[in-house]
């Protein structure tokens, strides 16, 4: 058989049985009534002992939301979904609150083992031998399981250091004019139908704050799982680097197996101001669904950066293997003069999976500078799109934006689409567009293969290849992870 | 004793159409053997049926690697069994650094074989040490694999592919094509190198000069998918006085 039918084949057995995440932890939840409504609302906030503002501002959101109607411009399709069959807050109930990491039910602390993640600072330092004198890298991780964190690792450190790092519910409480000030600021209520859900009915996520001149000591990460049955997943995230400070932050996401739909829709906001930088990294695994395209996880998701101050930089950069259908565009609004964005994106899509994503770059100051690379891999029956916006504002003088995008197909059954919008309202700038899409190639395969490679290694030796420059942006621990994520969502067995 | 080669009334076809009528071959390990003849001759379709190539399909006949029937083999199989070819058009693996792709080439044979793959640090000392008899430059090998290469360039890296694979039976497509003088006389160096009593080499070629420096045992002519004449190495000096004709005319 050849080399290509051969990999079509194997991709087409891979499904529900490569993905390693799918067990459900068996905990029991403190859920909400089911479907949504003001009481709803008031319920989660109620839980969360927000101030009044806040109840205010989600019940506002709320009120619009019922004004809206679902997006239907992406190259996505997918049954209605019925959002009052939902449970819109799910917690375990053994947590009311992240306590200390001694009082987490051991059960969650061995659901995140599992997925790799360890919540022990200790088991982290003790991670990984390094040659001496060499620093070892650390993460900070926020733990967030359904609706709640249930543990944040570093924090006594982090705030030796003047940063805060936790729970945004927790940040509400604590720190309540910081995430007054900028909330909403970047992502409005009003922005979209999923992130105006999501204003009305968040539940956790973390809050990041960096303040002026640091550089954060260590790496932030927050890894989200989705476990409850019918659960709506509905994070957010804020992270403010103050002038002159610099964070790099990575997500994970995973979801058990299930033939229900779950719905994720997340907003994340980031700021920047003058001179400030935020490294922004995702690895996304949510659940995919099977084969057959029975169940997986609906990512409709609001990722916005406001690089407000003057020669500040967000940069995003994204490995999305999961979801069953992917709607997520990570943007930059590039506000302050000679500011900078970037995205560099891995979207591989396989199985029936859908993926409508891309990025948005708008620029405003002068001499804002923009840099987009986007490498799509679709198999099996998927549908993979990139959609990508550049615009210049009339003030954005010698605005300048560099776009790359390459598909990679695999076989004859999936499909990869590019759609760029450009938009440029100032004749100084300089807006560049490449666009590339082939197919695996045969012969590539087969010399690969006559070196001793077998067809599964040579398709992921290909693939990495095609992605190098993507996973070149991702911090050394996580390109690893990455590396590897990517063979086992096209192979059979690698992994 | 079973030869290293064994090819037997082997009958090819590309596309429906066929390109090898009746092919008889014997390499006995140990051996140089050269293959000549003229242009859409089936030489490197020959190549490719031994290697697997897809879309190549074997209608009659047989070849035995070491006694092992290829056909019954997946092509990463036969390179783990020992056969390399080293491609008349190298491909490019873009975005795949060349030291990577040899570690993890060899490694994956190795595997295969249940062998011990090789450590990083002991890879990169046989790596240099190959790059230096092929005087090439080891920044060459940081780059992406035959990207950007010259076509000499390739040939050379091809090389030094299957000196650090060494395998047991080594086809070489036109290794020579592309290579000037000097880089003719450094890559015929390292198959010199690789000539072994354990060891076959097969060399396609279509000049002499190659095979001054790489001397032959056994030299063969080709013609319309089939071997028409074998003889020694003066059977080369011959072919460069008179050319194909007759050979063409008789396989008609
Ligand atoms: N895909 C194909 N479909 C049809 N015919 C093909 C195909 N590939 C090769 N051929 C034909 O097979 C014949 C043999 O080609 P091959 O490349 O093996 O010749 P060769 O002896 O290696 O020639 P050269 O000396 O030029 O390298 C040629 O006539 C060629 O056109
Ligand atoms: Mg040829």
């Known amino acids: 058989m050849a080399a290509v039918q051969e990999t079509v084949e194997q991709v087409r057995r891979v499904g529900a049985d490569q993905y390693k995440y799918g067990f459900i932890t068996d905990i029991e939840s403190d859920l909400a009534p089911k479907g949504l409504s003001e009481e709803v609302i008031r319920f989660i906030s109620a839980k969360k002992g927000e101030p009044e503002w806040m109840l205010e501002w989600r019940l506002e959101a709320y009120r619009r939301w019922l004004t809206m109607t679902e997006p239907k411009w992406a190259r996505v399709d997918y049954p209605a979904i019925d959002y009052q069959d939902l449970y819109y807050y799910a917690a375990p109930k053994s947590t009311a609150g992240p306590k200390s990491l001694d009082e987490v039910d051991p059960e969650l602390l061995r659901t995140y083992e599992k997925l790799g993640i360890p919540l022990h600072e200790r088991e982290i330092l003790a991670g990984v031998e390094r040659p001496e004198g060499e620093e070892r890298p650390r993460v900070a991780v926020d733990a967030v399981f359904d609706s709640v964190s249930v543990a944040t690792t570093f924090k006594e450190e982090l705030k030796k250091s003047g940063v805060i790092f936790c729970p945004i519910s927790e940040a509400l409480r604590e720190h309540p004019e910081l995430v007054r000030k900028y909330l909403g600021t970047v992502v409005p209520t009003s922005d979209n139908y999923f992130a105006t859900l999501n204003s009305a009915v968040f539940s956790d996520g973390s809050f990041v704050y960096i303040p002026p001149g640091v550089r954060c000591p260590m790496e932030l990460s927050t890894y989200f799982r989705i476990n409850e049955k019918n659960t709506g997943q509905f994070e957010r995230t804020l992270i403010i680097a103050d002038k002159g400070s610099y964070v790099s932050y990575l997500e994970g996401c995973t979801a058990p197996k299930r033939d229900e739909n779950q719905l994720h829709a997340a907003v994340v906001e980031l700021v920047t101001l003058d001179d400030a930088e935020i490294k922004y990294s995702t690895v996304q695994n949510w659940y995919p669904g099977d084969e057959n395209g029975k169940g997986g996880i609906y990512n409709f998701v609001t990722k916005r950066g406001d690089c407000r101050g003057a020669n500040s930089k967000i940069s995003w950069t994204q490995v999305e293997t999961g979801s069953a259908i992917t709607w997520k565009y990570p943007s930059c609004v590039l506000r302050g003069d000679n500011s900078r964005g970037e995205f560099y994106s891995i979207a591989i899509s396989n199985g029936r999976q859908q993926v409508d994503s891309g990025t948005k770059m708008i620029h405003l100051g002068k001499g804002t500078t923009s840099r987009i690379i986007s490498k799509g891999i679709s198999a099996g029956r998927s549908s993979n799109a990139y959609r990508g916006l550049v615009s210049a504002h009339r003030k954005a003088e010698g605005a300048r934006n560099f776009t790359n995008c390459d598909s990679l197909l695999i076989g004859d059954a999936c499909s990869a689409h590019t759609i760029p919008y450009i938009e440029a309202k100032n004749p100084s700038c300089v807006f560049e567009h490449e666009a590339t899409t082939s197919k695996i190639s045969e012969d590539v395969l087969f010399y690969c293969m006559q070196r001793g490679l077998s067809q599964e290694d040579a398709t992921a030796l290909v693939v990495n290849g095609f992605v190098r420059d993507v996973l070149q942006q991702l911090p050394m621990e996580f390109a690893v992870e990455a590396q590897k994520l990517i063979s086992v969502s096209l192979e059979g067995s690698v992994g | ?252």
Do not use: W
Request: proline residues 3%; hydrophobic residues 40%; aromatic residues 4%.
């Open chain 2, 1 to 252: 004793m079973t030869a290293l080669l064994e090819i037997r009334d082997l009958k090819a076809e590309i596309a429906g159409k066929q390109i090898l009528n009746g092919y008889d071959l014997t390499v006995k390990a140990g051996e140089v053997h050269a293959i000549m003849g003229p242009n859409g001759s089936g030489k490197s379709t020959l190549s490719y049926v031994l290697s697997g190539r897809p879309g190549y399909k074997i209608t009659e006949g047989q070849a035995l690697l070491a006694g092992a029937d290829l056909s019954q083999m997946s092509v990463d199989e036969r390179a783990a069994a020992g056969l390399f070819l080293a491609f008349q058009y190298p491909l490019e693996v873009p975005g795949v650094a060349t030291m990577t792709f040899l570690r993890a080439a060899l490694n994956a044979q190795r595997k295969k074989r249940g062998e011990e793959e090789m450590s990083s640090p002991d890879l990169i000392k046989r790596v240099k040490e190959l790059a230096k008899i092929l005087d090439m430059d080891m920044e060459m090998l940081r780059r992406p694999v035959n990207v950007g290469f010259s076509g000499g360039e390739k040939k050379r890296a091809e090389t030094l592919q299957m000196m650090l694979l060494e395998p047991k039976l080594c086809i070489l497509d036109e290794t020579d094509s592309g290579l000037d003088i000097d880089a003719l006389k450094v890559v015929s160096n390292g198959v010199n190198q690789l000539r072994s009593k354990d060891r076959g080499i097969v060399v396609i070629t279509h000049y002499q000069r190659l095979l001054d420096y790489i001397t032959p045992d056994v030299v063969h002519v080709q013609s319309a998918g089939r071997i028409v004449r074998t003889g020694g190495k003066e059977l080369a000096l011959e072919l460069e006085e008179t050319g194909y004709a007759r050979y063409q005319s008789e396989a008609a």
